[in-house]
Nanobody
Framework: QVQLVESGGGTVQAGDSLRLSCAAS????????MAWFRQAAGKERRFVAA????????SYADSLKGRFTISKDNTKNTLSLQMNSLKVEDTAVYYC????????????????WGQGTQVTVSS
């Protein structure tokens, strides 16, 4: 079993930066694909970014390319998301997820999820 705990969320102004972290425990995530998803109030959970077990491949939602950066540190068993030039529409709960099967943006493949961290961007 893998337990995931996100941190780093908060309230920021538009244009600011924020760095989210996801700490994994229970077992090493070195063999897991990991990803960030987000869910705005009243909306479906949406893909943000994904990374392969060794970090060799990365995928981003098209609308977020250039502003968000995902990274994985297998030595620390952590996943991070650097978010720059934040916009009001980035406001959402951000979730960390892991799966040992496929490198994908499809949330149904991810069997492990954190509880989420709230990011609020004000204008």
């Amino acid at each position: 079993q893998v337990q995931l705990v996100e941190s780093g969320g908060g309230t920021v102004q538009a244009g600011d930066s924020l760095r989210l972290s996801c700490a994994a425990s229970g077992r090493s995530v070195s063999g897991y694909n990991m990803a960030w998803f987000r869910q705005a109030a009243g909306k479906e959970r949406r893909f943000v970014a994904a990374i392969t077990p060794n970090g060799a491949e990365i995928s981003y939602a098209d609308s977020l390319k250039g502003r968000f950066t995902i990274s994985k540190d297998n030595t620390k068993n952590t996943l991070s998301l650097q978010m720059n030039s934040l916009k009001v529409e980035d406001t959402a709960v951000y979730y960390c997820a892991a799966n040992g099967v496929r490198f994908t943006a499809n949330p149904t493949y991810y069997g492990y999820w954190g509880q989420g961290t709230q990011v609020t961007v004000s204008s």
